[in-house]
């Protein structure tokens, strides 16, 4: 049964908020008021926000747990949001399959169970980001059962080990060749977020984290500017594709997570290598985060920017840098004034004006700075 156990996580957190600065207030209800509006979005019956897709549901869902493990204020909205999801998101899946061999986790004999295959959807990434947003939903509500299916998940990732690229890494998708580098940022995010909460298979975990890392690095994704490129090409050289924010920001979670695990003097200093040529690359004069494809970026595109800036706040955490601070900072605070519908609805263009849609996706991106805001408020 869900929900049994820990209804509030976090409990420490409460006091802080509180007791919190006017900045932290504003950036509590900025966020709240922010979730009310996404959730005009969400859909009980498909398990996801209208207006975005399948993947996009999984990072949705991540802002949502992300808010609410800072303000529990929110878990009601939460716990509601990851037990229905739970239960009907598989009906949204539109490609189940082929990794269709069933992948049960640990307990598969128990009642309890998880059948992990119902989340997979013919492109590695988009696994990947269902296993974050269970793990972000367990780190919440710590609900085991997330926790197992996002364990689950990883299990079909891991069989997909071995490119073309040197052997190592995980391909986009099970019929295609190109390697490209979200699926294994989130691949090396979901082993070392694993490897923190699943005390005895941390050394599994710390290893596959490892494993990735070292093969990553080995190859040509990180460009000429320090920047991460989308991917590599037939020859495994760096393809000089978009940088897209994302890709930028997936693996400084990563490597938070990992070195939190396992530290190692080598892993901030490369984190902060990426974050820093990011910045440089991605920022504006008043250091708010854009995308290439402003303003009329493709319904996957608007999503990347928030996730940057909830890994860039993880890094933020671990290895504090006013730069970083005044990016979720200024990002968060521009989203508020000038990228705003009279609806609440926030839009593509940090800097705005509102040019273009603005959809649950638009705007479960830009809640993740206001979301990223509120933890440097209180944490
Ligand atoms: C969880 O969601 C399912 C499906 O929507 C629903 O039937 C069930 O009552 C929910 N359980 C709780 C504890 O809210
Ligand atoms: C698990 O889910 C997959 C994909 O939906 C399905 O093919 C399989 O039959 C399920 N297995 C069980 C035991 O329910
Ligand atoms: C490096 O930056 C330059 C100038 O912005 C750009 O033209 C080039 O495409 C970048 N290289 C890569 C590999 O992204
Ligand atoms: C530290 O990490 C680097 C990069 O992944 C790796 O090459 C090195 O072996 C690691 N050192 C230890 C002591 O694990």
Known sequence: MLFSRNALAAPALVSLLLTGSAAADDAQSRAQDALKTL???YNPQS???DTCGWWDGASCM??????????PSVMDTATYVFNNTFHVGPVSNPHPGPEKKTVFTRDNQGANSVNASQWLDQAYDDDGWWALAWIAAY??????TYLELAEGIFESLAAAWGTNCGGGGIPWNPTSTYVNSITNE?????????????????????????KEWDWFTSQGFIGENGTINDGLLENCQNNGATVWSYNQGVVLGGLVELNRAAPNDTLLPSANKIAEAAIKTLADSNMVIHEFCEPQCLPDGTQFKGIFIRNLQMLQRASPDE?????????ANSIWKNDRDEKGGLGVN??????????????SSALDALVAALALSIL
Do not use: C, M
């Not at 780190?139 to 085991?144: C, L, M, N, S, V």
């Not at 970083?324 to 990002?331: A, F, G, L, M, T």
């Open 350 to 363: 940090w800097a705005g004006p509102i040019q273009a849609t603005v959809d649950a996706s638009t705007h």
């Open 47 to 49: 398990g996801i926000w």
């Open 323 to 331: 730069t970083y601070r005044k990016v979720i900072i200024n990002s």
């Open 139 to 144: 780190d919440a509500t710590r609900e085991q």
């Open 186 to 210: 989130v691949f090396l995010s979901v082993a070392a977020h694993l490897a923190n909460r699943v005390p005895d298979r941390k050394e599994y975990y710390v290893r596959w984290a490892q």
């Open 62 to 71: 991540t802002t949502v747990a992300d808010l609410a493990a800072l303000d």
């Open 39 to 41: 959730q005009t979005w």
